[in-house]
């Protein structure tokens, strides 16, 4: 499955922006997708996931409240709406995809859409 990540920008804080996950080449239904992000300097982390069975969705307790995982299977995307951002969640966002429901590694990555929430 490829993966096109989308929707960062420049925003400021309190703003919003929703990033999209698009898949191409499997059903992307049966996939469980996270999306992770990586600021300069620091390690990559995760943000949020949904399952592909249930729609279960978890989030990092640093986004809980703020963002919102969700898919759309008719359209193959996953979207993260983020709201209320700050200035900490200036990072590069990636998607990811793995056919297990709770994937130790995810088998698929997509390239990084930058996000940069000025103060």
């Known amino acids: 499955v490829q993966l096109q990540a989308s929707g960062g920008g420049l925003v400021q804080a309190g703003g919003s922006l929703r990033l999209s996950c698009a898949a191409s080449?499997?059903?992307?239904?049966?996939?469980?997708v996270g999306w992770f992000r990586q600021a300069p300097g620091k390690e990559r982390e995760f943000v949020a996931v949904?399952?592909?069975?249930?729609?279960?969705?978890a989030y990092a307790d640093s986004v809980k409240g703020r963002f919102t995982i969700s898919r759309d299977n008719a359209k193959n995307t996953v979207y993260l709406q983020m709201n209320s951002l700050k200035p900490e969640d200036t990072a590069a966002y990636y998607c990811?995809?793995?056919?297990?429901?709770?994937?130790?590694?995810?088998?698929?990555w997509g390239q990084g859409t930058q996000v940069t929430v000025s103060s």
């Open positions: 949904i399952r592909w069975s249930g729609g279960i969705t």
């Open positions: 080449g499997r059903t992307f239904s049966r996939y469980t």
């Open positions: 990811a995809a793995d056919p297990e429901q709770y994937p130790g590694k995810y088998d698929y």
